[in-house]
């Protein structure tokens, strides 16, 4: 394609189809990028038009992209952050920062770090803009992807970060694993072994079966297995069951602490040779020299 073709194409077309893309919404899309609706819709036709496809078909849980779509989203955000890049002034501001950051975390590093620094980060950047979900096993993908520009990943976790070219990585903090059970367990009065850890019934995080946690996967190497009978998808959902059950959940000694300050729970060891669990912040090399990118991970780093 000539220059003079390329130029016919508005550049606002395409940024508005990444918007489609990850809302899902012409109402949401249209909200995030602080145009009115009607202007998001025309700007779908329009893209339809040149594209020669309806891209988007309309349902009652939102916009379902075609193939034609999805084949376009694999290239447009890694193109979209390259032009960004281009334009990317040397010296940064964060009062100018009109930014949309998309970070994954896990709830602990959400509810006792990055929450602490969160209004410090809207004060300095009044415009920026930032997604934070709840941390999943294919986020790493999705940051390699340009979906998302931060992961707080735990060590003991594989989702092919070590295999996936192009990554930074910095340790934040490490915590030891501990367990929890409600403050009258009856395994506070008892003797407290691997034996007693074992015969107890446990919450999971995610699964019933789950295969992915280093604990899980140390007891397979000793041909042990525990028994989990419940799983919740939260710590506090899984730290309110350990309250009100004789189930035990595990989780890092710093959200024991947090929890024991606001829900009826005693913290014991766990009764296995595990290291403490270093949580560890990852970025795309496409960020490693953005301004912007390093200052927001500033707040991480320095908090650790």
């Known amino acids: 394609m ?39 819709s025309k700007s779908l036709s329009r893209l339809r038009e040149i594209c020669g496809d309806p891209l988007f078909t309309r349902t009652a849980h939102g916009l379902i992209p075609t193939p034609r779509a999805l084949a376009l989203k694999d290239d447009l955000r890694p193109m979209l952050d ?41 004060s300095q950047a009044p415009l920026a803009k930032i997604k934070i979900k709840n941390l999943s096993l294919s986020d790493i993908q999705q940051l390699s992807a340009g979906n998302l520009d931060l992961v707080v990943l735990p060590s003991d976790l594989d989702c092919g970060q070590k295999r996936i070219s192009g990554l930074y990585c910095r340790s934040l903090y490490a915590n030891q694993l501990v367990c929890l059970v409600r403050e009258d367990h009856p395994c506070l009065k008892q003797v407290w072994n691997q034996q007693a850890w074992l015969t107890l019934r446990h919450v999971g995080m995610g699964s019933v079966t789950d295969k992915f946690s280093i604990i899980d996967r140390t007891l397979n190497q000793l041909k042990l297995k525990r028994n989990i009978v419940v ?52 970025w795309h090399q496409r960020h490693q020299q953005d301004p912007a990118h390093q200052w927001l991970r500033s707040f991480f780093i320095r908090h650790t």
């Open 231 to 282: 799983a919740v998808d939260d710590f506090h959902n899984a730290t309110g069951v350990c309250e009100n059950t004789d189930l035990l959940l595990i989780c890092t000694q710093q959200w024991a602490e947090y929890a024991m300050s606001r829900y009826k729970v005693a913290m014991l060891p766990v009764p296995l040779n595990i290291d403490p669990i270093t949580h560890e912040l990852y």
């Open 2 to 40: 000539s220059l003079r073709e390329l130029s016919r194409i508005n550049l606002n077309l395409l940024v508005c189809l990444q918007a489609l893309l990850e809302e899902r919404s012409v109402t949401q899309a249209a909200a995030r990028l602080s145009l009115s609706q009607s202007a998001v």
């Open 82 to 122: 390259g032009l960004w890049n281009i334009v990317q002034p040397q010296s940064f501001e964060p009062a100018l920062c009109q930014r949309y950051f998309r970070v994954a975390l896990p709830e602990t590093t959400n509810q006792l770090i990055f929450q602490k620094s969160l209004n410090n980060i809207l």
